[in-house]
């Protein structure tokens, strides 16, 4: 049972709170705020250096158990606590690889964490990212950019990290030979790799391997925040105030679907999906869709629904997008005739639902499949083609393979 402690001591949680406000005002860095201030047992302190290193027993990306004593062969072992939905977390994908493939070769085993409480990511936190911090999202992740390391879930207790209080993700620890923290904090200098100058996690090991004191033992790490338990409230409540948004159905002719089409001047991608509450493929993969609406509200991204049913059909269209809360863009075509629809839209749509198209800022088309979607495949594609509309990097790290 935790030990009711100060979560916001004088020193560096207050520099590290400043430096994260000033990130978010200038664009920097984009995460939700806080929902609440939280209480002296929702934060723990982050580990002193000195300290031991806690034991821990999780499961693996791997499908096994993984404990600390798995490690005790290494001369060195670095702790990375970090996630899937944080941007700053993922353009340190690669070089968290890379450290890992330096080092293993050296005595220098590298293990990383997963320390988020799931539940406690608002929707609204994803705006940049394919995946959240499940355990089937971290097996995603980790096979999409092949990870190298072993990948540990502490998502449903955080008993882990309850134990080394990181503070955001990334953030690295690193331990002796004898499991003595001797350093911890950030990686490095700089989240986009062209412009850090530091590299302190990497001088860490290299001091430990020649047997040397570490210079610089400990570093603001800046990211996002740990996503603690105590945010699920707020979680919770961003969801319900979606769902009290009003909902509409709107006629739409063929001159205005072919506007809408050519999606010219708005500077936003737009997704449409064409869909009918008599299919079934349609009305299956219609909350996924509603979770890339409030995924990506903040993006330069249009979500438009477009259903086939009839006309005088519009209470059981209605009906069914207020179930699901579908609080975007959503039409009715307007005639009788689907083929109508067809040919207004174009784009090699034959006229069977779910019909899913992206379309680009200048009316291309980015991506269309027939049938149910895949959503991760196409949040993939909606992130490859924004733009570093919030901070530069992002544009970058979705374009590139590693």
């Given amino acids: 049972m935790l030990t009711p402690r100060n979560p916001w001591p004088a020193g560096r949680r207050i520099v590290q709170w400043i430096g994260f406000t000033a990130l978010a005002l200038t664009g920097g860095l984009i995460w939700a705020q806080d929902d609440q201030v939280p209480s002296a047992a929702d934060v723990p302190p982050i580990l002193k250096v000195g300290s031991p290193a806690p034991d821990f027993n999780l499961l693996g990306i791997d499908g096994k158990r993984h404990t600390l004593k798995d490690y005790a062969a290494a001369k060195v072992l670095a702790i990375v ?85 990181p503070t955001a993700t990334p953030h690295i620890y690193i331990f002796d030979e004898k499991r003595i923290l001797r350093y911890e904090g950030r990686i490095d200098n700089n989240s986009r790799e062209e412009l850090m100058t530091k590299h302190e996690a ?79 493929p349609c009305t299956a993969e219609f909350p996924e869709l509603q979770k890339m609406v409030r995924q990506y509200a903040k993006r330069a991204l249009n979500v438009v629904t477009v259903s086939i049913n009839a006309p005088d059909e519009k209470k059981f269209v209605l009906d069914f997008l207020n179930e699901q809360h579908a609080i975007n863009q959503n039409l009715l075509w307007s005639t009788n005739d689907v083929e109508d629809a067809v040919k207004a839209f174009g784009n090699d749509w034959s006229g069977g639902v779910p019909f899913t198209v992206l379309i680009g800022m200048n009316g291309e088309v980015l991506y269309k499949t027939q049938g149910e979607m895949n959503p991760v495949e196409v949040k993939r594609v909606i992130l490859k083609n924004l733009p570093d509309d919030r901070y530069i990097g992002q544009h970058a790290y979705w374009n590139s393979t590693f």
């Fill in 202 to 280: 990497r001088d860490a090991i290299e001091a430990l391997l020649a047997g040397k004191p570490v210079a610089i033992t400990d570093t603001p790490a800046v990211g996002c925040s740990t996503k603690w338990a105590y945010k699920e409230k707020g979680a919770r409540a961003e969801v319900e105030g979606n769902n009290e948004k009003p909902v509409t159905v709107d006629l739409v002719s063929a001159d205005q679907l072919k506007t809408l089409r050519q999606n010219s001047g708005t500077n936003k991608l737009l997704l449409m999906n064409f869909w009918a509450t008599w299919c079934g």
């Fill in 81 to 165: 606590f970090t996630c899937d939905h944080c941007p700053v977390a993922q353009m340190y994908e690669k070089r968290i690889k890379q450290l890992t493939s330096d080092y293993k070769d050296r005595g220098v085993d590298v293990v990383a964490i997963m320390g988020n409480d799931p539940k406690a990511i608002h929707l609204s936190e994803l705006g940049h990212t394919d995946l959240s911090d499940s355990y089937p999202e971290m097996k995603l992740r980790a096979a999409y950019r092949h990870l190298n390391y072993p990948y540990l879930y502490d998502g449903d207790t955080q008993a882990v990290a309850l134990k080394y209080g």
